[in-house]
């Protein structure tokens, strides 16, 4: 799983989900933003995921 450099809003985090699982990014971050709505550690586990995460092959 990478960070997506194509698909990046803030850090790619959602994009590389989205890339991974096949599905649009735009989709993956509804879906992130509803859940992020639910009491929890959804933010904290982002910024882990920011920081863990390599970016993506670059596309030419």
């Known amino acids: ?10 850090a790619g985090v959602c994009g590389g989900i989205a890339d991974r699982l ?4 735009t989709l993956v971050r509804i879906v992130w933003l509803l859940l992020s709505l639910i009491p ?3 933010w ?16 030419h």
């Not at 799983?1 to 803030?10: F, N, Q, T, V, Y």
């Not at 096949?22 to 990014?25: T, Y």
């Open 22 to 25: 096949g599905l649009p990014p």
């Open 40 to 42: 929890g550690p959804l």
């Open 1 to 10: 799983m990478h960070r997506s450099r194509e698909h990046r809003i803030i």
């Open 44 to 59: 904290i586990l982002y910024v882990v995921l920011w920081v863990i995460m390599p970016n993506g092959p670059q596309r």
